[in-house]
């Protein structure tokens, strides 16, 4: 009699240890599936968090001078032509060239000031929307740079590198407040348009040329099901 109450008690230990273990794989698999938006139940988009928007921001560039340049060279060039295309893309207002002043390059800088005129109005900047303008420049060093400045359009992400949660005590199961930061922040800076994150571009007028070739291709090189038939009858 004993032996059969003890075996009664061991089998409901061990239907409830089941139960028990149930419960834990139901949770922990609760736990696993998830989206790629949710975590363990909680909404943790990094793209809300810092979301892309289209705003005003000065668009810059800093040419490096040597107090003994006369002449711009090949790499200050190449700097020159991609802040012009950068500007044609984004603005129509003006363009501020900035030149040190206090430095002991400052000489140099106003000799080439022209030079740096000349090659934006070969970008197709109208001289009129250049303006000369100089900075303080007696802590920036001896190459202190000639500065192209302009206010235009541009995709940006909310600044990177805050904390503003302690990571070790934040029990949320929620990815940090800085994820996704730099992701978003490099994909904005690779939109070449930033008005496309607004609206679409026009369609562009249809090649007829084009068309009527990719027609009578078509229509000469295209086997229809009689063709297919007839050719496997054959065999």
Not at 113 to 141: C, H
Not at 189 to 215: H, S, V
Request: charged share 20%.
């Amino acid at each position: 009699m004993a032996h059969k109450q003890r075996t009664a008690h061991e089998t409901r230990l061990s239907r409830s240890l089941l139960s028990v273990v149930a419960v834990a794989a139901a949770l922990l698999s609760g736990c696993a599936s998830h989206d790629q938006l949710t975590t363990g139940g909680i909404p943790d988009d990094y793209r809300q968090r810092h979301p892309i928007v289209v705003a005003e921001a000065e668009q810059s560039v800093d040419i490096p001078i040597a107090s003994t340049d006369r002449r711009l060279n090949i790499a200050q060039r190449d700097m020159i032509r991609g802040f012009a295309q950068n500007y044609t893309s984004r603005a129509t207002g003006p363009v501020y060239l900035l030149t040190p002043e206090g430095s002991p390059n400052a000489a140099a800088a106003r000799q080439l000031r022209g030079q740096v005129r000349a090659e934006l109005s070969a970008r197709g900047i109208a001289s009129s929307k250049i303006v000369n303008s100089t900075y303080a420049a007696n802590g920036a060093g001896d190459a202190a740079p000639i500065r192209l400045t302009f206010v235009g359009t541009t995709a940006m992400t909310s600044q990177c590198g805050q904390w503003p949660r302690d990571m070790i005590n934040d029990f949320n199961n929620q990815n940090y407040y800085n994820f996704g930061c730099a992701t978003q922040n490099n994909l904005a800076a690779q939109i070449a348009n930033p008005e496309d994150l607004i609206a679409p571009r026009g369609m562009t007028p249809i090649d007829a040329t084009r068309r009527n070739a990719a027609i009578k291709e078509y229509r000469e090189t295209t086997s229809t099901i009689e063709d297919l038939s007839s050719s496997s009858s054959t065999f």
